[in-house]
């Protein structure tokens, strides 16, 4: 069971950060973006990319893209995604998903259908003993450090912050945060391009872990979802209990079977959805 806990818990890291740009997106905008995980790919390739230009070097090319991340993000919102806010969520949805459709095909073009990896020179491979039977890999530890830091990070900057601080105001009321001087649509903008920046660390960090096709980011958009949806929209440290509860939850079923992991993940999922609809720790105003 110790076992079982500590890999759902790296394996929760990852779930983390695959997630915290759309609790990021929900929270200030209320805006789902279901291309989330063809952008944690595209991240990834962008990466890939980067060290077949220059022969090697990726983790210099991953810091190297998030600059890049965090000017897309905000275009992105800026000229595109703004149009589409609004009471209905329908119009968002439309444009993401048409993104979504963009970027694998994109992707498919570019890259073809074959799985690759970021080379990490051995780091992907490297296991920390604990005691006679138990080895954790050194990659997932640090992709849960990472996780950590991000989310403690958001939880700062928001609570902190006079960028936080606006974040919440047009989070809560955005006519009236205008009327106290805030450019939502400028507000908006900052908030996506963090977002795109956890993106491209997720997209990195699983290119590293394991290999990505241009047909993985529907499911890692259910992942994140997922968490999300389980640890409560728009809560950060909740959007990290989220995918900790459901990392585990799939090792208990890989244990149980090969087959069932993820299944046992999205009844889990079903079940807080059913039960608990805002999720077990919620975003609380004040």
């Known amino acids: 069971m110790l076992e079982i806990a500590l890999q759902g818990i790296l394996l929760g890291g990852l779930y983390t950060l695959f997630a915290l740009g759309q609790s990021l997106m929900f929270g200030v905008m209320r805006l789902t973006n279901t291309a989330q995980g063809d952008f944690i790919i595209l991240g990834a390739f962008a990466v890939i990319a980067g060290t077949s230009l220059v022969g090697g070097a990726p983790m210099l090319i991953a810091l190297a893209v998030l600059p890049l991340a965090f000017g897309f993000g905000y275009a992105l919102q800026r000229y595109v995604l703004n149009g589409t806010l609004g009471k209905d969520p329908l119009p968002s949805l439309v444009v993401t998903f048409g993104l979504s459709i963009v970027i694998q095909n994109l992707l498919l073009e570019v890259f073809s259908a074959d799985p690759r990896s970021i080379e990490t020179d051995g780091l992907n491979t490297l ?45 809560d009321d955005r006519e009236i945060a205008e009327l106290m001087g805030l450019n939502a649509k400028k507000v908006y903008a900052f908030a996506t391009a963090i977002a795109f920046v956890l993106i491209a660390v997720a997209g990195a960090l699983q290119g590293m872990r394991t290999t990505v096709s241009p047909s993985d980011g529907p ?16 809560s950060f440290w909740g959007t990290l209990a989220g995918a900790m509860i459901l990392g585990i939850t799939q090792q208990i079923g890989f244990r149980l079977d090969p087959g069932w992991g993820i299944w046992v993940g999205h009844i889990v999922f079903l079940l807080v959805l059913l039960l608990r609809p805002q999720g077990l720790f919620p975003k609380t105003r004040g």
């Open 219 to 234: 499911l890692l958009l259910l992942f994140a979802f997922e968490a999300v949806i389980i640890g409560g929209m728009g």
């Open 127 to 171: 296991g920390l003993r604990i005691g006679e039977s138990l080895s954790l890999g050194v990659l997932p530890l640090i992709v849960l450090a990472i996780a950590i830091v991000a989310t403690g990070a958001l939880q700062w900057l928001f609570a902190r912050t006079a960028l936080g601080r606006s974040f919440r105001a047009v989070s």
